[in-house]
Antibody, heavy 114, light 106 residues
Framework: EVQLVESGGGLVQPGRSLRLSCAAS????????MHWVRQAPGKGLEWVSG????????DYADSVKGRFTISRDNANNSLHLQMNSLRSEDTAFYYC???????WGQGTLVTVSS | IQLTQSPSSLSASVGDRITITCRAS??????LNWYQQIPGKAPKLLIY???SLQSGVPSRFSGSGAGTDFTLTISGLQPEDFATYYC?????????FGQGTKVEVK
C-alpha cells in the first residue's frame, strides 16, 4: 500500500523550532519529487516547499523562505521539514505529498502559541 | 502563478450538474489538477493534467481546459460529493492552489 505518514507536529512557542518528518512506503521514494503543503484551521491549501528526487532543487514559498528547510533521505524513504523562527501564522496542518499529487499523508498539526 | 476559482461556494441538490472554474494568471498548458477535500481529511486527487480522471474516481467527475481557463464538472451530484474543491497548478515548481469552492446542500 502506498502510504505517507507525517510526524513531529505539536505545540511550540513563537520563535522556536520544530522538525517534521514524513515516512514513505509502498513506492520507490527516490523516483519522486516531494512537497509540503499546509492548511491553517478553516482555511485553504497553501504550498510550502518542494524538493526534487535527488535534492538538487529545492523551492520555498515566500512566506517561509529563510526560515524553513526541506530535505530528504532516500536511503530511509523519509522527507523532512525543519521549521525555525516559528510564527503564529505558521499554525496549520502540514501534509507531505508526492509530486504527482495522488498520495498525501494524514497531516500533522503544528500550533505556534505562547 | 495565481489561480482564481469561482464560485467560492455554491448550493446544489443531489442529482444536479455543477461546474467550477479555475483561471490562471498566465498560461499553464495542462498542468492543472483538481482535488476534493472533506473536513478533517487530506485532499484527494480527482483530475490530473486538466482532464485525466484519477484511478478509482467516479466518471461523473470530469475536467477540461488548457492555457488559462479550466473547469471541473460533476454530473449527477451524489451525497458524498458535498465537500470543498481546489485547483492546483504544477506548471511552476512553486505550486499554487485556488482558494477553494465549497459545495453545500441546497
Amino acid at each position: 500500500e502506498v502510504q505517507l505518514v507525517e510526524s513531529g507536529g505539536g505545540l511550540v512557542q513563537p520563535g522556536r523550532s520544530l522538525r517534521l518528518s514524513c515516512a514513505a512506503s509502498g513506492f520507490k521514494f527516490e523516483d519522486y519529487g516531494m512537497h509540503w503543503v499546509r492548511q491553517a484551521p478553516g482555511k485553504g491549501l497553501e504550498w510550502v516547499s518542494g524538493i526534487n528526487w535527488n535534492s538538487d532543487t529545492v523551492d520555498y514559498a515566500d512566506s517561509v523562505k529563510g526560515r524553513f528547510t526541506i530535505s530528504r533521505d532516500n536511503a530511509n524513504n523519509s522527507l523532512h521539514l525543519q521549521m525555525n523562527s516559528l510564527r503564529s501564522e505558521d499554525t496549520a496542518f502540514y501534509y507531505c505529498t508526492k509530486e504527482t499529487g495522488d498520495t498525501w499523508g494524514q497531516g500533522t498539526l503544528v500550533t505556534v502559541s505562547s | 502563478i495565481q489561480l482564481t476559482q469561482s464560485p467560492s461556494s455554491l448550493s446544489a441538490s443531489v442529482g444536479d450538474r455543477i461546474t467550477i472554474t479555475c483561471r490562471a494568471s498566465q498560461s499553464i498548458s495542462i498542468f492543472l489538477n483538481w482535488y476534493q477535500q472533506i473536513p478533517g481529511k487530506a485532499p484527494k486527487l480527482l483530475i490530473y493534467a486538466a482532464s485525466s480522471l484519477q484511478s478509482g474516481v467516479p466518471s461523473r467527475f470530469s475536467g477540461s481546459g488548457a492555457g488559462t481557463d479550466f473547469t471541473l464538472t460533476i454530473s449527477g451530484l451524489q451525497p458524498e460529493d458535498f465537500a470543498t474543491y481546489y485547483c492546483q497548478q504544477s506548471y511552476s515548481a512553486l505550486w499554487t492552489f485556488g482558494q477553494g469552492t465549497k459545495v453545500e446542500v441546497k
